[in-house]
């Protein structure tokens, strides 16, 4: 496998964009490198929620609608948990528990999470290749006025009300990429790497705090097109907490605000048709930028954008 | 609470001896102690089916058909898993996995398994004090003559079927009783000990390897009734494979072969009517037979036998 694109994502709009380059690429093209910093130990199970998403997403099974976990799922232990006095701010779907089961299963009898990932990837008929970014662990906290918060206690318990003061990402500065994502942005046919409209601070930050990912961006940026799309539209996070948080950490809330958190590591931003105004000044932090629609609900939207972001990858090696 | 009786138990018949009991005795009155032998980590999860079963039972939650598990009981997660190719030799139903991950969760926050175990029993009703006879692990294991099993691999995976040479409880020689147990063992309002018609190999073996509860016991009989009821009619286990295990261990396969297990241990073994012809061995063996019907399937006759049990007590105590 000589993947073309090496796609970065995370959380939701990571998974759409990994589902519009599914759509648009053949499996053996692409190499799908998901972030692992949202990961944790619930009730004793390894959940990987990302990698979940994508997975989920990518096999036809996700939730449209709520935007995370199965569709058409059932919550029988999860709501007779919540009886019994446990743990309940952490929804566990029925069918979503099996995933968890399984790979806590795998994990404990040693397997890589990159292997049980491939292995569960299978088992849902995925063809395209998933991985987490890397097999060691890294973890998302969030540091508030007075306290250090596990990414899923911020995120999903409390809601991501907190105030941020500094994110970080433990675990990272000693992480290696995973052999895939490593031979893929090494082999001489990669023709992109995309930074899906992810969270930057939260889904694509603790990618880029593994060490050999960052010099690997900054080196191969010379002769590649290192692409991010912004997660902002007109002031406002397509979802989630993005936008609070880049005010929170200081930044201009637009997609001004993401083109400088990936100064030095991309070569091009894609913002949407509405913030072309802000097109003169991302460009003067030495990026090049591409207007378009951004906002990628629907699977056709998907493909629609991954398409046109290939077409930009061929007009970039021609020009 | 000064309990008058300490019933030991686990297993199905553990289970149908605690749930008679329960009927027959106000909770402050009775310490019923489970089995933690058949305890596990299984996906990730602390799975402890004796207590587990008693409680179920208890609770008239219970599916008295299987014999284990919840009644109306729904296996989204368990199939699932399977389909993933995760483990799934132990099926865990929907409901049963709340217990698990509420229990998981409780535990990994530093609760000990008899704290975990009261807010169990307190969230499904339960009055009656359950507690595991120890905090302590103690694991059941199977050595065959070629390998070493786990007890559950060797129980439910290989549904019993390689032949044992020899019964180990890990951890039970470091295991303190609980508590409970020893406050109610120690005090002077306990009229009697009742070892429930469990197989004593697999179910009360792993407590009597406990060396506080052997010597206990031992101490015990001089002056308080300890009456174990046998598993075994007519040479056959009542459920499960006591029996078999009996013979594999090169033991009379009968009552007797029972109450030469329990010698020196107990003052009364409880027999079946059909058995009436072993009572002259059994009491050569030092220790008083008490002939019934001992096959308890539904709860009126849990009720009878525990409420003959308790006529038995008293009688002895004014003997």
């Not at 919540?82 to 309940?88: D, K, M, R, V």
């Not at 072309?276 to 493909?303: K, S, Y």
Request: hydrophobic share 45%; charged share 15%.
């Amino acid at each position: 496998m000589f993947p073309r694109i090496v796609l970065f994502c995370g959380g939701v709009g990571g998974a759409r964009m990994a589902n519009g380059f599914a759509a648009a690429m053949a499996p053996q093209d692409l190499q799908i490198a998901v972030n692992v910093g949202d990961d944790f130990v619930f009730c004793g199970l390894n959940v990987s929620p990302d990698l979940d998403t994508v997975m989920y997403t990518l096999a036809g099974l996700n939730d449209t609608q709520r935007g995370w976990g199965f569709r058409d799922e059932t919550w029988i232990a999860s709501r007779r948990t919540a009886q019994l006095g446990g743990p309940a701010w952490f929804q566990l779907g029925d069918r979503d528990l099996a995933t968890h089961l399984t790979r806590t299963a795998q994990l404990a009898e040693g397997k890589s999470l990159s292997a049980v990932t491939a292995s569960l990837c299978s088992a849902v008929g995925i063809q395209h290749s998933i991985v987490p970014v890397s097999d060691q662990p890294i973890r998302t906290r969030i540091r508030t006025a007075d306290t250090l918060l596990d990414f899923q206690d911020y995120f999903v318990r409390q809601k991501a009300e907190p105030v941020a003061s500094q994110i970080l990402y433990s675990g990272a500065s000693e992480a290696n990429l995973v052999n895939a994502v490593r031979l893929a942005l090494d082999n001489t046919h990669l023709q992109a790497v995309i930074i899906a409209p992810s969270n930057p601070w939260l889904s694509i930050g603790p990618m880029l705090a593994i060490p050999e990912l960052k010099t690997t961006l900054q080196r191969l940026r010379a002769r590649t097109p290192v692409i991010a799309i912004s997660p902002i539209i007109a002031g406002q996070a397509i979802k989630g907490p993005a936008a609070k948080l880049l005010g929170e950490l200081g930044h201009e809330v637009s997609a001004f605000g993401v083109a400088e958190y990936y100064k030095g590591l991309i070569t091009h931003l894609v913002i949407d048709n509405g913030d072309a105004h802000l097109a003169e000044r991302i460009r003067g932090l030495g990026m090049q930028v591409h207007c378009t629609d951004i906002l990628i609900p629907t699977p056709a939207e998907q493909t629609r954008l991954a398409q046109e972001l290939l077409a930009l990858v061929s007009s970039t090696a021609t020009a």
